[in-house]
């Protein structure tokens, strides 16, 4: 069985804080992929970014940051210098491949974060 | 903008009625996910097909939901004798084949309210 958590159910800042949004999976997969989607109050899903299990490297594009860590199962995302329009609900998902065909992601209940001006 | 497309937005109707609600993915994906959102929840997985062949049904799809992609192009989603736990939000999602990482492509969903 695949579980996506995401313990934080609502996170507030001011605007300019930085912010991590925590992200921790369970699969029995060696072969696994993690995504983070936003999905801002207009209700379409943002792919964000993918990781493959074999590839542990951080990754930064602009303000955000991702930290894949295989020894605590998470995969955290964070946003430096948070703007008004980062407000948005952040899903993180998990597909696990189990050889037999691509099987749909499972998707942990989302953190809504809220950027106060 | 050729992005994935549903329709209609929003779908109100009685309970015990059937609905069926549309999906056009983006033009070279061959595949498709349904997807089904609740308030405060992340989506769950429902379906997915790979061209016009349905390759894998999630527990959820009870026997009152039918999903079909005749042709391999647009898919529809039919719900028979809807229930008040069927209200949610049905999304629908495609990528390209490859490997399990290509990313899925989501629409802006299709928001059914059961009165």
């Known amino acids: 069985a695949q579980k996506v958590t995401q313990a934080q159910t609502e996170i507030s800042v001011v605007e300019k804080e930085d912010v991590t949004l925590d992200c921790v999976y369970e699969?029995?997969?060696?072969?696994?992929?993690l995504f983070w989607y936003k999905q801002p109050p207009s209700g379409e899903l943002v792919f964000l970014i993918r990781?493959?299990?074999?590839?542990?490297q951080n990754e930064i594009s602009g303000r955000y940051s991702w930290n894949f860590q295989k020894s605590t199962s998470s995969f955290n995302f964070t946003i430096t210098a948070s703007q008004v329009v980062d407000s948005a609900v952040y899903f993180c998902a998990l597909r696990a491949y189990s050889g037999g065909g691509a099987d749909g992601l499972t998707f942990g209940k989302g953190t809504h974060l809220i950027i106060q001006p | 903008d050729t992005g994935v497309s549903q329709n209609p937005r929003h779908k109100i109707t009685k309970r015990g009625q059937n609905v069926t609600f549309r999906c056009d993915p983006i033009s070279e994906h061959n595949r498709l996910y349904w997807y089904r959102q609740t308030l405060g929840q992340g989506p769950e997985f429902l379906t997915y097909?790979?061209?016009?062949?349905?390759?894998?049904k999630s527990r959820l799809l009870s026997d009152r939901f039918s999903a079909e992609r005749p042709k391999g192009s647009f898919s529809t989603l039919e719900i028979q004798r809807t229930e008040q736990g069927d209200s949610a939000m049905y999304l629908c999602?495609?990528?390209?084949?490859?490997?399990?990482?290509?990313?899925?492509?989501f629409g802006d969903g299709t928001r059914l309210s059961i009165l």
């Open positions: 999602a495609s990528s390209l084949q490859g490997d399990s990482n290509q990313p899925q492509h």
């Open positions: 699969t029995r997969d060696t072969t696994y992929y």
């Open positions: 990781r493959n299990s074999f590839d542990e």
């Open positions: 097909f790979q061209n016009e062949a349905q390759l894998e």
